[in-house]
Nanobody, 119 residues
Framework: QVQLVESGGGSVQPGGSLRLSCAAS????????MGWYRQAPGKERELVAV???????NHADSVKGRFTISRDNAKNTVYLQMNSLKPEDTAVYYC?????WGLGSRDYWGQGTQVTVSS
């Protein structure tokens, strides 16, 4: 069984910063892509950023230049540094890990952490 535990969410004023962390534990031999998604009230879940086990990254256009994803493979942990936060960044942020399973991979999700940007 694999678990993803997120931390670091909270409330911040516009222009502020937060750092999210997500640690994977359990029966893990390796992890392919790890990423962050978010879901705002009344909206669909959307991709924020992903990072491969080799370190290649992809960030959504809406967060480029403000958010940075990184990972520590030795700790099976992924981070999301969020700077210059805007009210429209308010959402529940979910961690995702794609773990090899048979010939493909299996998705695992964290429980979500609330990020609120408001003055």
């Amino acid at each position: 069984q694999v678990q993803l535990v997120e931390s670091g969410g909270g409330s911040v004023q516009p222009g502020g910063s937060l750092r999210l962390s997500c640690a994977a534990s359990g029966s893990i031999f390796s992890i392919n892509t790890m990423g962050w998604y978010r879901q705002a009230p009344g909206k669909e879940r959307e991709l924020v950023a992903v990072i491969t086990n080799g370190g290649s990254t992809n960030h959504a256009d809406s967060v480029k230049g403000r958010f940075t994803i990184s990972r520590d493979n030795a700790k099976n942990t992924v981070y999301l540094q969020m700077n210059s936060l805007k009210p429209e960044d308010t959402a529940v942020y979910y961690c995702n890990a794609k773990i090899p399973w048979g010939l493909g991979s299996r998705d695992y999700w964290g429980q979500g952490t609330q990020v609120t940007v408001s003055s």
